[in-house]
């Protein structure tokens, strides 16, 4: 069984978990005690061709690539290096299992052993992991025939308390102990640098590295058996080094190697045996794989907000969340001014005096971080007057804040829908709004050099300022549309009732999906009305009732009443018209943004004639959807 690069690192931090919290999935002596561990001090390498420091997360990110790569190798064959240039940044790593150690455990060892690397190195440019059953090494220079370090040796030794040895045993089994590492070494050195050896009750192992010489292998197993018999009176010692890894205890703790098997009775037993325990150990290790993957994506996304955070902690986006905190009256319910899918918005006041906005993530939300990614990387120097303002975030207190200016008036959909509006929008305003939105989402489809998907165009999206002038907002499920892509397939998000059906039912998502969704707006601002209102006719919804209208030349009926008819009807016809163009069931027929706004914009524009719409009610065929929020 082999997982992917980047699951490796996942796999083998949910495999320290549960091993130490369920030791009985210790199965065939996997050898998975940590028995040394060295973690370098440099953390960011100079790139030499540069000359400019690189970032720990850059040198984290190669380090996990290249173990990826080395991961196959030591499946494969017990042991795999790499040596290289990434990104300007020479790196070297080796791992290595014990030879005594079956396939599966070994592949263990090595899951473990990343996984200790990564929790106790952190960033650190190199390291080495000593474990009982395997080695891993990395490095910024070629290290493969260092044989001995004279800084970095190591000695793990048991318990010397009194009464480990009687004292008239201590000199005997010291005796004893000098013939098991002197035997376990020379036999090492003749059998390609490794050997397992038992002695009057004693036991041995040595192991070189693949990469060394027989006189580099020598050298080391030299200063390691010093180390180790240093360890005397203990009842178990280890020695290790540069290239090697010796050990003795009373303890047998070593896989004696495989013996030939005799009559096919045995064989059966032993085959019945060894698939038992293999397919208990790819059980073990799926479950492992499963219980951690759970927390796969809550990693992945601390790590994009520690580069969000390393791009912005320095620079004039950055908010210390104290000083939000304090802004917002430590987030005083009373300053609460709105709520969407992805969290609550505050009033807030800087101690400069300015106003602004700070949008609240939900924790608990689960696209939550994949949301405030996008809100930061997408709208963060895009300006225009009809988009909202990005100011800035705050990233490093208890929970994630995005900072915007403040929009005075709501959003509009308190003007719509609200039974008690505090203001009736007048066909000036209203038309004003229509154009201001239909423009902002015009630029963001590329008026500024890039593609943007908004994905959730409506009402509650469209905040008004003091002159009730529109500002789109919410970019959590905006999406980046690469120049040569005529669609994205992606995982249905949105507003139900404003979603394309195309995007409903195939997961395709293009520019059109907005135009869709500003049709809808449309309607509702000029009708007054919600799209999924109840009728008193049960005609469905509000665009199968404007197309009902537009057929019987009465659109001027369904303009919303409160205005009391006082505005120009065929202005309010032609932009029913827009609104019947934008909500077309085919995206081709959809016109778009462009030329929205040159309809709503230029004086005698010609103005298509719709087709049927879609007509998405209790008796359409499209199959139920399942959006992200509502």
């Known amino acids: 069984m082999q997982f992917s690069s980047a699951n490796s690192v996942y796999l083998a931090s949910g495999l320290i978990f549960v091993l130490k919290f369920f030791p009985f999935l210790s199965f065939a002596n996997p050898q998975f005690h940590e028995a040394g561990l060295i973690c370098g001090q440099n953390i960011a390498p100079i790139n030499t061709s540069y000359n ?106 048991s318990s010397r308390s009194a009464g480990v040895l009687s004292v008239e045993d201590v000199e005997n089994f010291g005796k004893n102990v000098v013939k098991l590492i002197d035997k376990v070494t020379s036999v090492a050195l003749k059998n390609g640098g490794f050997a397992v050896k038992g002695l009057n009750g004693v036991f041995g192992l040595a192991q070189c590295w693949k990469t060394l010489s027989e006189q580099g292998c020598k050298e080391c197993l030299t200063k390691a058996s010093r180390n180790a018999i240093g360890c005397l009176p203990s009842r178990e010692g280890r020695g290790m080094d540069a290239g090697c ?29 060894g698939s038992s325990v293999v397919a208990f150990s790819m059980l073990s290790l799926f479950a492992a794989y499963a219980f951690y993957a759970r927390f796969k994506k809550s990693i992945q996304e601390q790590r994009k907000l520690a580069r969000i955070s390393h791009a912005y902690n320095k620079s004039y986006l950055y908010f210390k969340y ?54 930061v990387d997408l709208i963060n120097g895009i300006q225009h007057k009809n988009l909202v303002k990005f100011l800035g975030c705050s990233i490093e207190g208890p929970e ?44 963001l489809h590329g008026g500024a050099g890039i593609r943007i998907v908004h994905r959730d165009i409506k009402s509650s999206n469209v905040l008004l300022d003091e002159d009730f002038s529109p500002k789109v907002a919410d970019f959590g499920l905006a999406r980046h549309f690469a120049e040569d892509r005529t669609h994205l397939s992606t995982e249905l998000a949105g507003t139900l009732g404003y979603m394309a059906p195309e995007y409903l039912v195939k997961g395709q998502l293009t520019e059109k999906a907005d135009v869709y969704s500003f049709g809808i707006l449309v309607l ?86 719709p087709n049927q719409p879609p007509f998405l009610n209790s008796n359409s065929s499209f199959p139920a959807a399942n959006p992200s929020r509502s």
């Open 245 to 273: 890894y010796l050990r003795y205890s009373t303890v047998k703790f070593y896989n004696d190697p495989p013996k030939t098997i005799a009559g096919p009775s045995t064989w059966g037993k032993r085959v019945a045996i």
């Open 52 to 157: 400019i420091p690189r970032s720990s997360e850059v040198v984290e990110e190669i380090e996990s690539e290249v173990m990826g790569e080395i991961e196959s190798l030591v499946i494969k064959n017990g042991w795999g290096l790499y040596a290289g240039n990434k990104t300007n940044i020479s790196f070297y790593a080796l791992a290595q299992c014990y030879q005594d150690l079956a396939p599966v455990d070994c592949y263990f060892c090595y899951l473990t052993s990343r996984g200790i690397r990564h929790e106790a190195c952190g960033r650190a440019a190199s390291g080495r992991v000593y474990m009982d059953g395997c080695f891993l090494r990395f490095d910024n220079y070629n290290f493969f025939d260092e044989s001995v370090d004279t800084t970095k040796g190591i000695s793990n030794c």
């Open 400 to 443: 994630s804040l995005l900072v915007y200016e403040f929009v005075p008036n709501k959003s509009l959909d308190h003007y719509l829908f609200d039974e008690n509006r505090i203001k009736i929008l007048s066909w000036k305003e209203r038309f004003q709004i229509i154009i201001g939105t239909a423009e902002g989402i015009a630029f």
């Open 322 to 375: 104290e000083i939000l905190e304090k802004a917002t009256n430590y987030f005083d319910p009373r300053m609460k001014i709105g709520q969407g899918g992805a969290g609550s918005v505050y009033i807030g006041t800087l101690p400069d005096g300015k106003v602004i906005a700070v949008k609240r993530l939900f924790f608990s939300t689960s696209r939550w971080v994949e949301e405030f990614f996008n809100e």
């Open 524 to 609: 509702e601002i000029v009708c007054g009305r919600k799209h999924n209102y109840a009728s008193k006719d049960d005609s469905g919804s509000l665009l199968q009732t404007v197309w009902t209208f537009y057929q019987t030349d009465k659109l001027e009926e369904l303009v919303d009443p409160c205005l009391k008819g006082n505005f120009p009807a065929l202005e309010a016809w032609n932009v029913l018209k827009i609104g019947l163009l934008c909500g077309q069931a085919s995206a081709t027929s959809r016109p778009s943004m462009v030329e929205v706004v040159q309809m709503v914009t230029v004086p005698n524009c010609a103005i298509p004639e």
